[in-house]
């Protein structure tokens, strides 16, 4: 337990990404409408093939090091230069979670309670679980996603009774509109997290089976999402589901057994509350190792981020309507920066060395 393995990549997929499109859908939702879980599907595709393409590149040049690749495909100085761009993102991810786990916490449970306090016990016991090592990442984020996973079964089956699948239906009424393409393009960056993981790619021992268990996780992974905005939709309808900031909050309000049993609410507390602390940790970790691979040592640099970061998320968490401005804005930061650079420079990265191994073949 004091290395990754290529077990805990299908876990470290499912701590990055599930989390951001289960929470705030509306984000993608109110571009594309009825049709938004159709364009959910197209980007759960690309997701799959875009982390299984990073990881062929990586096999096929036997390299896992991000900061390695970024540096030998664009060079010393403007490697570096993506690889800030790369971790500025990463800490925009770390007010991410904190921001939006304490707001949503704020606006539809805890209103009497400022959102600074539910960042303070947030924030520092996270930065307590990043100082402790690998050890602690592995456990949380094992312990962590088995309940969410559990959390999401159960709460399927309790929800069940309320969705309609008439709300689904028709798709593409006004044919292929111009917001479907942009909560494609949404969701995809939404999905984005998932390049979170790259810095964990060069710290598992056994790479033998990383892309069957990669693949695993990937499918987890999509199903969770089909099914999440899915059930948004056919609870609520599209035009109510869009007026909500939080839906999943709501809708586990609609269940009650018996007259008197209704604990929903507990089991998606579970979900974003463990959701985003998860995901906050791997991230955190995550810069970590970035600094570990490019030699950057200071004892207080983990103290800094976080004190920045509550700063911060305190701003950002203290208005919805600012917050979620923000995270559209975020959106695209993420599918530029988590999507589209890293498959420029990987193929760059993958070209070059191709190149220089045909160099070097000498002929018989």
């Not at 096929?60 to 390695?68: E, F, V």
């Not at 798709?171 to 494609?184: A, D, H, Q, R, Y």
């Not at 018996?258 to 940790?281: A, S």
Request: charged share 15%.
């Amino acid at each position: 337990m004091d290395k990754f393995t290529s077990k805990h990549i299908a876990f470290l997929i499912l701590g990055t990404s599930v989390i951001s499109l289960k929470t705030y859908p509306a984000i993608y939702m109110r571009s594309g409408g009825k049709d938004s879980w159709v364009a959910v599907i197209i980007s759960s595709v690309l997701i799959i093939l875009y982390f299984l393409y990073i990881l062929s590149i990586c096999k096929k040049t036997n390299n896992y090091n991000i900061c390695d690749i970024y540096k030998k495909a664009l060079g010393n100085i403007l490697g570096t230069l993506f690889l800030i761009f790369f971790v500025i993102t990463l800490i925009m991810t770390l007010v991410e979670s904190s921001s939006v786990e304490a707001n949503s916490m704020h606006t539809n449970m805890l209103f009497l309670n400022p959102p600074w306090t539910l960042l303070a016990l947030f924030i520092f016991p996270a930065l307590y679980t990043v100082k402790k090592g690998k050890v602690s990442i592995i456990i949380v984020t094992l312990i962590g996603i088995t309940l969410i996973m559990f959390a999401g079964i159960n709460l399927s089956i309790l929800t069940a009774k309320y969705k309609k699948f008439k709300y689904l239906f028709p798709i593409f009424t006004n044919g292929v509109t111009l917001g479907f393409i942009f909560s494609l393009i949404k969701s995809f960056g939404m999905y984005g997290g998932i390049a979170i993981v790259f810095p964990y790619l060069n710290e598992i021992g056994d790479k033998v089976k990383l892309k069957r268990d990669s693949f695993i996780g990937l499918l987890i992974l999509v199903q969770m999402e089909i099914i999440a905005s899915t059930g948004i939709i056919m609870t609520f309808g599209i035009n109510r589901a869009n007026n909500i900031s939080y839906p999943k909050l709501i809708q586990t309000q609609l269940v009650s057994h018996f007259g008197f049993l209704e604990n929903g609410e507990l089991y998606v507390m579970l979900q974003i509350v463990g959701g985003w602390f998860v995901k906050y940790i791997i991230t955190f970790f995550a810069i970590v190792l970035i600094f570990k691979q490019l030699k950057i040592k200071n004892k207080y640099i983990d103290y800094i981020l976080t004190i920045v970061v509550f700063i911060i998320s305190y701003y950002c968490s203290k208005n919805l309507f600012t917050l979620f401005t923000l995270l559209d804005y975020y959106t695209y930061i993420c599918l530029i920066n988590f999507i589209v650079i890293p498959t420029i420079v990987f193929t760059i990265f993958y070209i070059r060395t191709k190149s220089t191994a045909s160099k070097n073949v000498k002929p018989a």
